[in-house]
């Protein structure tokens, strides 16, 4: 098998949270051994994912079970209030540490630059691992759960959708014009002039997102990171965006991480799927495998609540999923909810483990016989 194109490891994330910064608890310790202020906790303790040329890896899970985070952090790109503490991301060749830029930083002004384009959240540029800047600048599309705030405010789309090109690649502005007319065109945007003058005000949801994936697609990228680009969209525009997704992953035969909270939408278009609860992957395997085999409750709850699948009414899942800030990582994160759950359960955190093709989170995973979709 050859090596993943994209390969996150061990990925740590801590949040602010204000109970804790009121109570003076201290925070976590990072990878670099740098011990924390009151304030900081861990959300996610440790997430591992990858994908392989032309595959798509599917994420799912309930809102602020962090699959943000796990995306943005991969990519040092999250937003003020989070920080990475731990692991690494493989791009390529090209190992990356997603810690915070500016943390043991002196230069005010780097750190500045790198927090107003992050916040504007369309493009990569500000890291201070050039290397790494440049690959990503050039080969990963990003479509963001916001599609208008992620565009910055006060520069015109087409300037944007050519930016990484302009800083990252010896191309001419006139041929960076053309790949960026090129690509509203193919997700069916005017090639106007018009468009590409608009500034972000100017577009509706759905504008915004196709053009973000025009933005993506002038990179020629290997690798699209799609976190919920349905978000908030009329069904019907979304039903146009989610089919072009799919329509250019095929015809470009890019990789790509496609977030949703929704698991048909998920299998639609992914190979793998990665079920997300409580800041973790609870379960990792085939989309075969996840709706026909489910092998932990929680997704076994997911695949039960799809429309059609349980006769009569939808089943539900019971209980409401805690906050990743309350989340006690001494037991499993899902054991209040768990209708399966025994003592071992509510004292003992169960480590990924592997039953037939699946990588499982759950002590008693390969016990139970969990119903999935038949046939
Ligand atoms: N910058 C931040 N500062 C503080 N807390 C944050 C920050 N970013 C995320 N969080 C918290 O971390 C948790 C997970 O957030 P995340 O955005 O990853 O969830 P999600 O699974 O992507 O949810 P959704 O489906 O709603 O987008 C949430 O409780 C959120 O409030
Ligand atoms: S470890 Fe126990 S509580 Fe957690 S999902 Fe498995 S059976 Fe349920
Ligand atoms: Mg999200």
């Known amino acids: 098998m050859p ?4 390969e996150v490891k061990d990925l740590r994330v801590a949040v602010v949270d204000d109970f804790r910064l009121v ?10 051994g740098e011990q924390l202020e009151p304030g900081w906790v861990e959300t996610l303790p440790g997430v591992s994912y990858h994908v392989h040329e032309g595959e798509v890896l599917g994420m799912v899970g309930e809102s602020a079970s962090g699959k943000s985070l796990m995306l943005m952090g991969a990519f040092g790109l999250l937003s003020s209030g989070a920080r990475v503490i731990g692991g690494t991301t ?10 915070h830029p500016w943390s ?6 780097l750190r500045r630059e790198y927090k107003e384009r992050r916040v504007a959240g369309t493009t990569t540029a500000g890291y201070t691992d050039d290397a790494w800047a440049e690959l990503v600048g050039t080969e990963v599309g990003f479509l963001f759960q916001d599609p208008i705030g992620s565009w910055t405010p006060d520069i015109v789309i087409g300037e944007q959708s050519g930016e990484a090109l302009a800083e990252h690649t010896n ?9 960026v007319f090129d690509a509203l065109g193919e997700v069916g945007l005017p090639k106007s002039g018009r468009l590409f003058r608009a500034f972000r005000h100017e577009l509706s949801r759905g504008m915004a997102q196709r053009a973000m994936l025009a933005a993506a697609l002038t990179k020629a990228p290997y690798l699209l990171i799609a976190d919920e680009p349905l978000n908030g969209l009329d069904p019907p525009v979304a039903a146009g965006i989610m089919e072009l997704i799919m329509d250019m992953q095929a015809k470009r035969g890019m990789a790509m991480v ?11 278009i992914a190979d793998r799927v990665a079920v997300v609860y409580g800041g973790e992957m609870v379960e990792h395997a085939s989309v075969t495998d996840i709706y026909h085999h489910p092998k932990h409750p929680y997704t076994a709850g997911l695949v039960g609540s799809l429309p059609g699948v349980t006769p009569g009414r939808l089943r539900t899942i019971d209980g409401e999923a805690q906050l990743l800030v309350d989340i006690d ?22 480590r990924a483990s592997v039953v037939g093709a699946t990588e499982v989170r759950c002590h008693h995973a390969a016990d139970l016989d969990l119903p999935g979709i038949r046939g």
């Open 3 to 6: 090596k993943p194109l994209f």
């Open 23 to 32: 109570k003076g608890l201290p925070g976590p310790v990072t990878d670099d």
């Open 90 to 99: 493989r791009y390529r060749d090209h190992v990356y540490q997603p810690f």
């Open 104 to 109: 043991g930083e002196d230069d005010e002004g």
């Open 171 to 179: 191309l001419s502005i006139k041929e960076i014009e053309e790949r």
């Open 258 to 268: 496609f977030v949703s909270h929704d698991l048909a939408v998920v299998a639609r």
């Open 329 to 350: 990582r001494g037991l499993c994160s899902f054991a209040d909810r768990c209708s399966y759950a025994t003592e071992i359960c509510r004292s003992v955190a169960p």
